[in-house]
């Protein structure tokens, strides 16, 4: 019997259980739409592994003037070079950043396939919160063997919390919340570091 791949995906992206709702099913066999095409594993490892190294900005101290320049210049040359940079030392403790997010948002893969249908969506668009299996489902030669919890604020620095699912929706405002206040100090160090008013990204 000739293989239909589209068929197989919509198949899987109709249950709206993602790959959890295939394990809690029962599966012994992996499907094919989730095996990697042999030429492309031994692509991938033949290419080796990268020597870049993503630049690492120590954020301790940055209300000294002193090093609150040296951040600042750290920001602008790695904005410059390489367009991203790792934050440490930023405030936000690991309670909140790891173990509080990982529990929450593994709360929400465990529940009822049921309650997480509500979010199923790849409507980037205008979905903020969506619940989803590979947002590349139909294009990628395999899916990935994992579900996501999207929460996107990229086109807005607010979002009502009853938006969020009621089982992570503590821990992931309390995250929002720490990490707007990084963000707004960002906005103004990188507004410093371009020679502009402190707040002229965050305005834009």
């Not at 948002?105 to 009822?112: A, M, N, S, V, W």
């Amino acid at each position: 019997m000739e293989y239909d791949r589209l068929k197989e995906l919509k198949a899987f992206d109709d249950t709206k259980a993602g790959v959890k709702g295939l394990v809690d099913s029962g599966i012994v066999e992996i499907p094919r739409i989730f095996i990697r095409p042999s030429d492309e594993l031994v692509e991938e490892l033949t290419q080796g592994k990268s020597t870049l190294h993503c630049p690492v900005i120590d954020f301790s101290g940055i209300e000294v003037q002193d090093h609150r320049k040296k951040v600042v210049d750290e920001i602008r040359d790695a904005s410059e070079k390489w367009g991203f940079f790792q934050l440490i030392n930023h405030g936000i403790s690991s309670s909140v950043i790891l173990e509080g997010m990982i529990d929450g948002i593994r709360k929400f893969h465990e529940q009822d396939a049921e309650v997480k249908k509500e979010y199923y969506s790849h409507d980037f668009q205008s979905r903020r919160v969506r619940y989803e299996s590979n947002f590349d489902l139909y294009q990628s030669k395999a899916a990935n063997w994992r579900d996501t919890l999207n929460i996107s604020l990229l086109h807005s620095s607010h979002i009502e919390p009853e938006e969020i699912p009621a089982v992570c929706r503590n821990i992931i405002v309390e995250y929002i919340n720490h990490v707007t206040k990084l963000g707004e100090t960002i906005f103004s160090i990188l507004s410093e570091a371009l020679g502009l008013k402190p707040d002229h990204l965050k305005d834009m």
